[in-house]
C-alpha cells in the first residue's frame, strides 16, 4: 500500500468523524487534536497527511495488519478501547516491517473501560520501511489479542 497523501484539511474533518467530536468524546483529546492540526496549518504549511483507520479485528489477525508499505512520519495515533469487562492485558503495537519489527509506538488496554488515548508527533515519528499494527498480549508478542480486549482507532502519518 503505497502512501495515499491528502489535504490536512480533509484529514482534520476524518479525525472529528472518527473520534466522535460532540457524541460523547474525551474533551481533552478533542482540544489535543485541535491543536494538533493548528500547528500543522501554522509551522508545517498543512503538509499533505493520509488517515489510517484501523479496527480491532484487523489488530488481532495473525500476525497483525499492514498500514504502508513505504517509509513515512507518524503524525498522530488514537485508540479506543473496546473492553467492557475482564482484566486481560492487550498491547497495541506498531512496528516497522511486520509484527517482529522495531517496535516504535506502544499502548496497553487493561481493566478500564472503553478508554482512549492520542498520542501526537508533531515533528513526525521516523518509520524507515513499512509501518504494521498488531494487537498482542505482549509488545509485539506472538499471541493475537481477543478482539474485545484491543482497541479501534486510526493512525495519521506524512511522507517521510
Known sequence: MALSLENALLVRQKVKIAMGIGVGADPSIVESGKELFNYLATQRKNANLQ???VTAEQLV???GVAL???ACKIIAVYWKGRRTTGTTSSFVSLTSVNQAGEVLDATRF???TNSAVL???????AVETAL?????????????SA?????DGF????AA
Open 155 to 158: 493512525v495519521i502519518i506524512a
Open 132 to 144: 504494521h499494527g498488531s494487537a498482542a498480549t505482549t509488545i509485539g508478542g506472538a499471541t493475537e
Open 110 to 112: 487493561k481493566a478500564v
Open 68 to 70: 504502508t508499505d513505504a
Open 51 to 53: 488517515f489510517i483507520p
Open 119 to 125: 498520542k501526537l508527533y508533531p515533528a513526525g515519528l
Open 61 to 63: 489477525t495473525a500476525a
Open 147 to 151: 478482539a474485545a480486549d484491543a482497541a
